[in-house]
C-alpha cells in the first residue's frame, strides 16, 4: 500500500512525527501538499470526504481509511509496521505515551503564542517570555524527567525495552526541536536528560532516519513551525 500524508508543506509541524514513523518502518508514502497543487488537493480532501471529514491535518489516506490526528495515524502504522507491541496492552501503553507527547507539543508551541495563534508573536512577547520561563522552570523537568525515568526504569536502549516503537521516534523530535528552538536552555538541561540524549543519538543513526535526515524530504525546522528560535526566549 501506498500511503498519502495530507500536511502543510512549508514547516515539520505535527506531520514531522508521522514522516518519522513512514520512514523508519520504510513505508512507500507521498507527501501530498508538497507537490504540485498539493495544498489544494489538500483542502479538497477535507471538503470532499463526506462522513468521517478529518478536522485539520495531519491526516493519512491508507486505502479507504483516513485517519486524522498525529497520535491516531501512529497507533494505526505502529501496529502495521512493527512499530509498537503485539498485546492490546502494550499498544494502548504506547499510545497513551504519545498522547502525552501531544501535550508536551501542545505546551512546546505556546511558549510563543501564549495568547492564541491568531495573535502574531509580536503581539505577545511579554506573555511569552513569562510562559517561557514557567515552561522551562517547571513543565519541561516534569515532562522530559517522566520520559528519562521510563527509560531507566526499563533498562533498555528505547522506552519500552529493547524495541523500538514509535514513541521513541517522537522523543527524538522533541529533543531535536527543543535544541533548535532554545540551544542555550536546552545545552543546560541537558546533562539531566542523558537517556534521552542517547536515545536521541541511536535514533539518528539507524539507517532509515539518517537517510531521511540527509535527503531533501526532511524539511528543516524555521520560524513557521512549532518549534521557533527567538533569541529573548532562550535565557
Known sequence: MKYELYYWPEIQGRGEYVRL????????????????RGS??????????????????????????????????????????????????????VHQLQLTITDLVLE??????????????????????????????????????????LLTDNGGAYV???????????????????RYAFPRRMKAFEADIPGLVGLHDRIAGRPNIKAYLASERRIPFNEQGIFRRYRELDG
Do not use: C
Open 21 to 36: 514513523a513512514l520512514e523508519e518502518a520504510g513505508a512507500a508514502y507521498v507527501d501530498v501538499a508538497r507537490g504540485p
Open 40 to 93: 489544494g488537493a489538500m483542502m479538497k480532501m477535507m471538503e470532499a470526504h463526506k462522513g468521517t471529514p478529518p478536522f485539520a491535518p495531519p491526516f493519512l489516506k491508507a486505502g479507504k481509511l483516513v485517519i486524522g490526528q498525529t497520535a491516531n495515524i501512529l497507533l494505526y502504522l505502529g501496529g502495521r509496521h512493527g512499530l509498537a507491541p503485539k498485546t492490546e496492552a502494550g499498544k494502548l501503553w
Open 108 to 149: 512546546i508551541h505556546d511558549t510563543h503564542h501564549p495568547l492564541g495563534p491568531s495573535l502574531y508573536y509580536e503581539d505577545q512577547k511579554p506573555a511569552a517570555r513569562k510562559r517561557t520561563v514557567e515552561f522551562w522552570s517547571e513543565r519541561v523537568p516534569k515532562y522530559l524527567g517522566y520520559f528519562e525515568q
Open 160 to 178: 519500552t525495552g529493547r524495541r523500538l516503537t514509535y514513541v521513541d521516534l517522537s522523543l527524538f523530535q522533541i529533543v531535536a526541536g527543543l
